[in-house]
């Protein structure tokens, strides 16, 4: 098992210890089988004590981290959005802002056309819906990668 196995697991060992009631109305998700089933990145994820698996696939690596600490972290509170903020406005980021800029925001440039052209399926997929237009850019959208996440 490699690194990132390794943290998935003791993240669930963690969730699995001192299962919260109620996580299903926490994530949200829903019960199946004496696991969870999230819905998170355009598929269903099935969270267990051993594993989480998409299909018959077990999810080892950052997509399995991420939704393991989702588990792990869920809150009963809903969502309440915030307004936006770039990055750079982020306390203490400003060290981080250059590599920030060059491996999430410029590596999208040459895709711009056919995110736009995608946007459809994009919003299916993420839970995606047009932005206000007061995010700033050309355009703008939002999307839900976890059911009570933004972006």
Not at 132 to 141: A, M
Request: aromatic residues 10%; contains cysteine.
């Amino acid at each position: 098992m490699d690194n990132y196995g390794k943290i998935i697991q003791d993240n669930l060992a963690r969730l699995f210890r001192n299962i919260p009631d109620h996580l299903e109305q926490m994530l949200p998700g829903r019960s199946q089988d004496r696991q969870l089933v999230l819905k998170a990145f355009g598929s269903s994820y099935h969270i267990g004590p051993e594993a989480i698996t998409v299909g018959n696939n077990a999810e080892t690596g950052v997509i399995g981290i991420l939704i393991s600490l989702y588990a792990l972290h869920a809150k009963a509170d809903p969502c309440i959005p915030t307004p936006f903020k770039a990055y750079r406005e982020i306390p203490n980021s400003m060290p981080y802002a250059g590599a920030f800029a060059s491996r999430t925001e410029q590596i999208l440039i040459p895709y711009i056309d056919k995110i736009e052209d995608n946007l459809d399926l994009i919003f299916e997929t993420l839970n995606g819906e047009p932005g206000t237009g007061g995010e700033g850019g050309d355009f703008s959208f939002v999307v839900r990668p976890f059911p009570k996440i933004k972006l």
